[in-house]
């Protein structure tokens, strides 16, 4: 009855990649999926680039397998704790380890994603979700982000 939209985005605000799930999916296991999508084409001969220089998140991507997950792809984050996890390694006192990097002057950047989704629900299509279909809904999305690269 219901559609997510995971979105990420440059730190211009532009749609990099775009997944629709069910509403009742959640964004966690998403993030890799959304990351794969990206391809960025740099100008001249090469590769296109497919791995940001830093990732920021918020608290919904805080897992410890998602950390791990980026790390190994050597992909530098940005995600605050979850107090469970704040918690969680108190109680295992000194062998609960260090708490991850974070760095808040980074974090603040993240409200360009909601900006983001501010600028794509200025369409009237796309807010009111004329489109009954998945597919059909994530082709608007695609040419509203489509407009929003161009100059």
């Known amino acids: 009855m219901s559609t997510k939209i995971h979105l990420a985005v ?7 990649s775009i997944l629709l799930t069910p509403g009742q999916a959640g964004d966690n296991p998403q993030l890799l999926a959304l990351l794969d999508a990206i391809r960025v084409n740099e100008p001249g001969p090469g590769r296109p680039r497919k791995r940001p220089e830093v990732l920021i998140a918020d608290k919904g ?26 918690a969680r390694r108190a109680a295992k006192g000194s062998h609960g380890g260090r708490p991850p990097a974070f760095d808040k002057v980074i974090y603040k ?43």
Request: aromatic share 8%; charged share 30%; hydrophobic share 40%.
């Open 10 to 16: 440059d730190g211009r605000g532009r749609p990099l």
């Open 61 to 86: 991507y805080a897992h410890d397998s998602t950390r791990r997950a980026l790390r190994q792809r050597g992909i530098r984050h940005v995600i605050p704790e979850r107090s469970d996890q704040v």
């Open 109 to 151: 950047k993240r409200n360009v994603v909601e900006r983001c989704f501010n600028r794509l629900k200025q369409w009237r299509d796309l807010a009111t979700r004329y489109a009954k279909r998945a597919s059909l809904y994530r082709a608007g999305l695609v040419l509203i982000a489509a407009v929003i690269w161009l100059p």
